[in-house]
Nanobody, 126 residues
Framework: QLQLVESGGGLVQPGGSLRLSCVAS????????IGWFRQAPGKEREGVSY????????DYEDSVKGRFTISRDNAKSTAYLQMNSLKPEDTAVYYC???????????????????WGQGTQVTVSS
């Protein structure tokens, strides 16, 4: 059974940092592009950051560019989202997602992804 499990969320003060992890089980991440998405209460799910299967290609939404860093360790079947300089507007449930793509390609739309984790809550508040 293919499964993604996120962890690392929590409560942090504005300006603080968190690192989210996304662990894959039941399959190897080597052939999958990964995306991080988030959904705040009352809002639609939105993309945050994306990475190709080799890790060479990444992209970020403008709202997080310069503050968040996406990475992956295929040997550990794990993807990461390092979040720095967090703001209250970053508060949301964060999801990782995976889709099998050719080398180097990334996917930026939620509908493109086949597998999703259950989400991890990130709350930025003083």
């Amino acid at each position: 059974q293919l499964q993604l499990v996120e962890s690392g969320g929590g409560l942090v003060q504005p300006g603080g940092s968190l690192r989210l992890s996304c662990v894959a089980s039941g399959f190897t991440l080597d052939y999958y592009a990964i995306g991080w998405f988030r959904q705040a209460p009352g809002k639609e799910r939105e993309g945050v950051s994306y990475i190709g299967n080799s890790g060479s290609y990444t992209d970020y939404e403008d709202s997080v560019k310069g503050r968040f860093t996406i990475s992956r360790d295929n040997a550990k079947s794990t993807a990461y989202l390092q979040m720095n300089s967090l703001k209250p507007e970053d508060t949301a449930v964060y999801y990782c997602a995976a889709v099998a793509l050719e080398y180097g390609l990334i996917a930026t739309m939620a509908w493109q992804y086949d597998y999703w984790g259950q989400g991890t809550q990130v709350t930025v508040s003083s």
